[in-house]
């Protein structure tokens, strides 16, 4: 992924870049990875990040997002995600990142986030007298993240933009909402519980009982094939919930 495409997927998702929205709703966890890793590059992505997460956390798939977690590559895109979790959880007082907090990783080395900051060592110097208590945890040396409520739009342009948030509001980012978004993106994960239970960074059992209350209210299929059961969405019924 490019930084247009970061860029147009949060213009999708309401927030104020000078860019055409991407065509279709992003995957939201994959752009909050991807964010982490462009943040040192473009400046205002933090900032509107956190004001984007502080408004609309639950629409985060929390579960998913610390697989994704887990599995970022880069210690310093890790921290940069840390930061930008932390952040949200300092403002808000919300537990919902807490799992993918613990699969984040400070940098060994401390640095500034910004590679403007980068550029020599007077920029450096000057960044790490600046910094925030928040960003020295994770290595960083940034100063607190200024809210950009101005650069957000509001739930109802956003929800009727991107219907396929739908779910992910009603089940507020829990399990039940990263195995629906998971079978979304990755149907291969469904050929399993335990598949869909390392895909979602969660215990089989967990799974299992998000299942029996997904496939409950019609949401999933549990397909029997030759001694196994395999997951899948139940197209139909989420069509016509959408």
Known sequence: MNPDIVLSQWSRLGAFFNIEPAKDTPD????LIETAKFCPQIPRLMPVCVTWLIQYYRLVCRHRLAKFAADIFGTDASATLGLILTTVKHCTGTDHF???IKKCTATGTPKPLFLSDRKSAGLAKLAQSRSGDLARQWGLWCEEVELK??????LGWLMDRNPELKH?????????ASILETLRFCPDAGQSESALAR??????????????????CQLVLRIHDAGK???????????QSA
């Open 168 to 176: 992910r509001a009603l089940f507020g980012g829990n399990l039940r």
């Open 149 to 154: 409520n101005d650069a957000i739009r509001p």
């Open 229 to 239: 059961v395999r997951i899948a969405l139940n197209d139909n019924h989420l069509k």
């Open 98 to 100: 807490n799992l993918s």
């Open 199 to 216: 895909q979602c960074c969660a215990t089989r059992k967990a799974v299992r009982e998000a299942l029996d209350h997904l496939e409950f």
């Open 28 to 31: 939201i966890e994959e752009l």
